[in-house]
């Protein structure tokens, strides 16, 4: 059982993880709830989304029990840290260094390098899902994202996940050198 929450701005794919991660898990036979919670209606307002895998029976994630935050945006960060359990772990997109329970990538740099910035939502997953365990492998949405019929759609979410991944490897080699 894992409590997830996924916050950053709309437009930043939010629901789309949400959607993603869900259905993986499902697919498996788990028991999913999601909710999501929008500020403004527009892109670019505040948006996080309540994601529990398990047998839970409420669909929002109560303050202080989140296991992992997933959080596309520093200042969303601080908007939803209330929500992470003690012991749990941040995954954000910045710029800063990691330290212990704030686990950090450039999320938005490595998409850009792939050429598409709205990338930056697949990369962060690749990142969290390769450092911990969210519910669902990476493996299990690397097969998601390879069922894509769109050749141009699947080919940059597979290299957009892959760079996550490889950011979280080279974070694992500093973290233990």
């Known amino acids: 059982m894992v409590q997830v929450i996924l916050c950053g701005r709309g437009?930043?794919?939010?629901?789309?993880?949400?959607?993603?991660?869900?259905?993986?898990?499902?697919?498996?036979?788990?028991?999913?709830?999601?909710?999501?919670?929008?500020?403004?209606?527009?892109?670019?307002?505040?948006i996080n989304s309540h994601l529990k895998i398990g047998s839970f029976s409420s669909p929002l994630i109560i303050a202080g029990h989140a296991d992992y935050l997933v959080s596309l945006d520093e200042s969303e960060t601080c908007n939803n840290e209330h929500f992470l359990r003690r012991g749990g772990i941040v995954f954000e997109n910045s710029l800063l260094p990691s330290k212990a329970g704030l686990l950090r990538v450039d999320a938005a740099g490595l998409a850009r390098a792939i050429g598409r910035i709205q990338l930056e939502n697949v990369v962060l997953l690749g990142f969290?899902?390769?450092?911990?365990?969210?519910?669902?492998?990476?493996?299990?949405?690397?097969?998601?994202?390879?069922?894509?019929?769109?050749?141009?759609?699947?080919?940059?979410?597979?290299?957009?996940?892959?760079?996550?991944?490889?950011?979280?490897?080279?974070?694992?080699?500093?973290?233990?050198?």
């Not at 930043?12 to 999913?32: C, H, N, P, S, Y």
């Not at 390879?146 to 957009?160: F, G, I, K, M, Q």
Request: include cysteine.
């Open 128 to 177: 969290s899902a390769s450092m911990a365990d969210l519910g669902v492998s990476f493996c299990d949405i690397k097969d998601k994202l390879a069922v894509e019929t769109r050749e141009e759609v699947r080919s940059y979410n597979l290299a957009a996940l892959k760079a996550g991944q490889e950011a979280a490897d080279q974070l694992k080699v500093l973290k233990f050198h």
């Open 11 to 46: 437009g930043q794919g939010i629901v789309f993880l949400t959607r993603l991660m869900g259905e993986i898990a499902t697919q498996k036979g788990m028991d999913v709830i999601s909710s999501e919670t929008h500020g403004m209606a527009v892109r670019g307002g505040s």
